[in-house]
């Protein structure tokens, strides 16, 4: 299984790159990984461009205010459904300071609300890579997650 992060802006933060490099690395222990970085800009280019990065064959996890909210056992359980059912790939995707457009929400196969409170984009990414490593962590019945 294959796992893309597509999110807008870069990292700036030190920390936050070097938590977001520790967790790739975590993950691609599991999946190959990969990032695609959209360009910070007006929320409508923005979502045109991810949905060319999204293409049609995989699954779409959009993380967004109004998604549901979940455990991290939902979550692992989530992934591992897809991983059985042979989904070649899952698609995270983070949008930028005013979110996603509609069509991209329409796009998303899910909804993820990472939390009700507002979090910077550098520490969304952190938490969506830290759940993602505590899935594959429930699954695999490792120590991690307890």
């Known amino acids: 299984m294959k796992l893309r992060f597509v999110w807008v802006g870069k990292t700036r933060s030190a920390p936050a790159k070097e938590m977001i490099r520790d967790y790739m690395e975590r993950v691609g222990h599991y999946a190959r990984v990969e990032v695609a970085e959209i360009r910070d800009r007006d929320v409508e280019k923005e979502s045109e461009e991810i949905l060319s990065r999204i293409g049609t064959d995989s699954y779409v996890v959009v993380a967004d205010e109004r998604g549901r909210d979940i455990t991290s056992r939902q979550f692992a359980e989530l992934i591992e459904n897809h991983r059985l059912a042979g989904t070649r790939r899952i698609i995270f995707v983070l949008g930028g300071h005013a979110g996603v457009s509609d069509a991209v929400r329409q796009r998303a196969d899910f909804l993820l ?34």
């Not at 969304?124 to 490792?142: C, G, K, P, S």
């Open 113 to 146: 609300a990472l939390s009700r409170m507002t979090l910077t984009h550098e520490m969304a990414r952190v938490v969506l890579l830290e759940q993602v490593y505590r899935a594959f962590t429930i699954i695999h019945d490792l120590p991690y997650q307890k």
